[in-house]
């Protein structure tokens, strides 16, 4: 499903107009990404949690020329569903 496809059957579903969904949704991205650029988590209830997470530096090696790098630390995004959407989607995820 692509967004535009995305945005048409969350529409459909609330009754909303596509405007008004397509701005809810870019609101909603936009609230997100500034919470994770502030290093912030963000639970959502029956569906997962996202964090942000430093990964420290390391050092590795490449295999090619045996020459060692130095990897800088770096933030990354993850994402843990939550048990409920987990046992959703092992059962195949009745419509509700």
């Known amino acids: 499903m692509n967004n535009k496809e995305f945005v ?3 529409s459909l579903k609330e009754n909303y107009k596509l405007r008004d969904t397509r701005m809810l949704i870019q609101h ?6 500034a ?4 290093e912030n988590s963000v639970l959502v209830p029956n569906f ?24 800088p630390p770096r933030l990354t995004l ?6 409920a959407l987990r046992e ?5 995820g009745d419509e509700a």
């Open 78 to 83: 993850t994402f843990k569903s939550s048990a």
């Open 35 to 38: 919470q994770f650029e502030e």
């Open 8 to 10: 048409a059957a969350l």
């Open 48 to 71: 997962g949690s996202f964090e942000v997470k430093k990964r420290m530096e390391r050092v590795i090696n490449n295999p090619t020329t045996g020459q060692r790098l130095l990897v």
């Open 28 to 33: 909603l991205l936009a609230e997100l990404t």
């Open 88 to 92: 959703r989607t092992k059962e195949g």
